[in-house]
């Protein structure tokens, strides 16, 4: 077979560099987790189960935060400066790995869970990119008996965000049974779980984030610069195509207004009618 590859930019294609990917100087902080919940209860689950997590990671080393979605605009209703959109952002950028964890509503995930996400730009923001190379852990929360809708949509998500998605999840069925009334996880088959998944991220943010970068370059984006992205799918330029087949549209005409075909008569009132 001939090695020869005449679709391949030369100058962007690059061997594999095992020290960018075994670098000798690792980073020695704590990881830095941060945990996101889809519900704003005064009791919520996926917030005690978040709270929970957040115990088992600074157990293991890492340093964790909660962010509280309450106040937070839907996307679109709000400029990206809204102050909790900036709080959230600075999270993210903050972080090296994530932890969503969902109540399934009306078998998905709730549409909190789904506008901190939103808010998440895949684009970088001052050059950095805010979710890629970075690893997530994936939970649920639900009322009634166990399902996997939800984690299975936060994978999609995880992925398409470019994040680096453990493979074990946890979803807890009955959750308003898991949990004592010190709103404390009792123990058990579904806290074990979450130890599991807690220690699993751990240790794949450990494997990853000294390398996460290069993990992330891509000879696609070598060949493309991000100005040409940019010009090729901006906004603008969507925007400018909506407006030219708006123009293009043919003019519709008004219907005239029908004539009465009938003959008036005198009415004793003096008024007229058909």
């Known amino acids: 077979m001939s090695d020869a590859i005449p679709n391949i930019q030369e100058e962007s294609f690059h061997a594999i560099d095992e020290s960018k990917l075994f670098p000798a100087e690792r980073a020695s902080h704590k990881p830095r987790i941060l945990l996101l919940y889809g ?7 996926s917030r005690l189960m978040v709270e929970e997590a957040a115990r088992i990671l600074e157990r293991l080393g890492c340093e964790t935060r909660v962010f509280n979605p309450s106040g937070l605009p839907l996307p679109d209703d709000a400029e990206a400066d809204h102050p909790k959109v900036q709080e959230l952002r600075d999270l993210v950028m903050w972080s090296e790995g994530m932890v969503w964890c969902s109540p ?7 549409g909190i869970m789904k506008t901190q996400i939103d808010w998440i730009p895949l684009a970088p923001i001052g050059g950095i990119r805010p979710t890629q190379g970075k690893t997530l852990a994936i939970m649920q929360v639900e009322g009634g008996s166990q399902s996997f809708n939800t984690v299975n949509q936060l994978r999609i998500l995880g992925r398409w965000m470019r994040l680096i998605t453990i493979p074990n999840q946890s979803s807890v069925a009955k959750a308003w049974d898991e949990f004592d009334a010190d709103d404390r996880m009792k123990p058990g088959p579904f806290y074990n779980r979450v130890v599991d998944v807690m220690e699993e991220l751990t240790k794949f943010t450990l494997l990853t984030r000294s390398q996460s970068a290069y993990l992330v370059d891509r000879y696609s984006e070598r060949v493309e610069s991000l100005e040409k992205l940019s010009e090729r799918v901006n906004m603008p330029a969507a925007v400018a195509a909506e407006k030219t087949a708006e123009a293009a549209k043919p003019e519709v005409q008004a219907v005239p207004e029908k004539a009465s075909c009938c003959t008036p008569k005198a009415t004793p009132s003096g008024g007229k009618c058909c």
Not at 39 to 45: A, D, K, P, V
Not at 104 to 110: C, D, I, P
């Open 39 to 45: 519900s704003l209860r005064q009791r919520s689950f």
């Open 104 to 110: 399934e509503r009306h078998g998905a995930m709730t």
